[in-house]
DNA sequence: TTGTGTGCAAAAGCTTTGCATGTTG
DNA sequence: CAACATGCAAAGCTTTTGCACACAA
């Protein structure tokens, strides 16, 4: 993933934002919802509601999918978790504190997922924004293809304006 | 929707498209895959397999959902139907011959699916191909925001590489 | 204390599958 | 006539909802 710095407050700095988003919304701070947060935030990317609802019961914790899918809502408000929908029925989730903004190259053989950064798709955004007249508030960007060769070869990006990782 | 060209014998041309196809692959040519290509070709843009299912039905064709997804996934295999997945869990068809390329903008209010050209896409596709060592195939950009003022306003593009129009 | 949040399970919504029948090649 | 496609209905999966109980404020 694309990290912007790496800071071991993250936690910290994290349960902050989230507790002035219930707070402002009159909504109750419950151990779940912390717990969820917690065990996403130690998670590495881009996992699903039913991997997230089975990784917090086998660490023991009485959760129920409701909560799950519940509090999954609240973190994507609040800009803590990014959804998306990699071409299947699926909803994806991924932790976004402390990342840069980044689009999505999908491996339809293997499965394997790339980021990237570019910043032609800020430029897009704001003119089809004024263009169009929309308030434009996110976007999706996801590039399918093969990898070429054994689907497990990358390469760092060399430019200084796009900076690309493996995930997973 | 953006169209390359106006072409009465669209259905024509697609219906040759789809026979070469089956042909291709050993599939049988079956009135009811016929059917359901017309009637793709018919309607305008955006419509959902339920919503195709149903359309199939009113108007007296004896079809089944088995059959439609069927022939939604064969149509997307030869190219003439487009598959988005606009944020939602619901898949969403869009026919695609004699089409250009385009993208879509999505109001979260109300629903409303512009779409758009822009040909910097086609470059950060080429290049993170080639950075990743990716064949890209094809990709999804969608971009989402709100409608300024009631939902309904729209206005032409200008610049020559970026043509826009309304859809639904 | 009071009302929101939770767990659990059932329901809902989209898509796929199984099976007997029909039809293409 | 043999294999594949279809219709129908049931099953599968992800996500949402209803309800009684728990607990944060």
Chains 1, 2 share one sequence.
Do not use: W
């Amino acid at each position: 993933m694309i990290k912007e710095e790496a800071n071991t407050n993250t936690i910290e700095a994290v349960k902050n934002i989230f507790s002035s988003h219930l707070e402002k919304n009159g909504l109750r701070k419950t151990p779940e919802r912390y717990a969820i947060l917690e065990e996403i935030y130690k998670r590495t990317d881009h996992f699903d509601a039913e991997a997230l609802y089975i990784h917090m019961k086998t660490q023991n914790y009485r959760v129920s999918r409701a909560t799950v899918y519940n509090t999954l809502e609240l973190l994507v408000n609040c800009d803590l978790v990014t959804k998306h929908q990699f071409g299947k029925n699926l909803a994806q989730y991924e932790k976004s504190y402390g990342y840069k903004q980044h689009d999505h190259l999908i491996c339809v053989d293997c499965g394997k997922v790339l980021e990237f950064c570019d910043p032609r798709i800020q430029q897009i955004k704001s003119m089809m924004g004024d263009l169009l007249r929309f308030n434009i508030t996110h976007h999706s960007l996801n590039l399918y293809g093969e990898c070429e060769g054994a689907c497990e070869r990358t390469r760092k990006a060399d430019s200084p304006d796009n900076k690309v990782e493996e995930v997973r």
